[in-house]
């Protein structure tokens, strides 16, 4: 079949045990009269990358936005480590070890690459040289635009930038908001092995896709929301498998 990508599956992790790093209880979320989240449960353990997938207007986005404080939920829970987190601001979320990483970069235009990694690391005193350095090492190319102003990078760039801005606030949990958005096929393969290297260094990562083969190839489980809820959820693996997912996510017609 053309156009399709091409699948590797690769052998799941055993299964988490322990304390969640995020739980979502119950949670609905509206927008006016619409119900957005319609009773989402959902849990990530430490260390998991964890994909959600979902057509437009299924509730990825929001999902994102109620765990990581910009919205707040109507009923139900977050909790981070067990602990409760609705109802506290996003910006004190940053402290309680959490990156957000939005749906279209939002970097600041008309400040410097090092200026914005900068911004990334206010809940600090002063930014460390370490963090810089690391975020250095996983994206070489902002090490070589440190005095360009975010507004003149490419769109891959201020994909990486956004990244980068995100882990110098050293987060236990990194939210992911459609990172191959508008990126070309070998930026976006660059884009999620650096996001590989991220979890492999111990950063648990909550990753919403459309590219839902790239997602579930780099993801140790996944769900899938239609319009405000979850309808599936499993090892990505098997959803990798699952002739629902290929048909209506990975452009295979039904078999038969």
């Known amino acids: 079949m053309s156009g399709v990508t091409e699948l590797t599956e690769e052998p799941a992790r055993p299964a988490p045990g322990g304390t969640p790093v995020l739980e979502l209880r119950g949670l609905r979320v509206f927008y006016g009269a619409i119900e957005a989240l319609r009773g989402i449960d959902l849990t990530v353990h430490e260390g998991e990358v964890v994909a959600l997938l979902g057509a437009n207007g299924a509730g990825k986005s929001t999902t994102l936005r109620a765990a990581s404080g910009m919205l707040a939920p109507r009923s139900g829970e977050v909790r981070l480590r067990g602990e409760r987190i ?23 235009p008309r400040m410097t690459v ?21 975020v250095f090492t996983l994206f070489p190319r902002l090490k070589e635009r440190t005095s360009q102003l975010g507004g003149t990078l490419s769109g891959g760039e201020q994909q990486m ?15 992911l908001d459609e990172p191959s958005m508008g990126l070309a096929p070998l930026i976006v393969q660059q884009i999620f092995d650096i996001l ?28 899938v929301l239609e319009t405000g809820a979850v309808t599936m959820s499993d090892a990505a693996p098997a959803l990798l498998a699952d002739p629902r997912v290929r048909e209506a996510y990975l452009g295979e017609g039904a078999a038969g």
């Open 114 to 134: 090092r200026e914005n990694l900068e911004m990334g690391a206010y809940r600090f005193r002063s930014p460390d040289r370490a963090d810089l350095d690391r």
């Open 196 to 223: 590989r290297e991220v979890n492999e260094q111990g950063t648990t990562v909550l990753l919403v896709e459309q590219n839902a083969a790239q997602a579930l190839q780099l993801a140790d489980r996944g769900y």
């Open 161 to 175: 930038l956004a990244i980068g801005r995100a882990l110098m606030g050293r987060p236990e949990l990194l939210l």
């Open 86 to 108: 609705d109802g506290i601001a996003p910006h004190d979320l940053v402290h309680f070890g959490i990156g957000h990483v939005p749906e279209g970069r939002r970097v600041f």
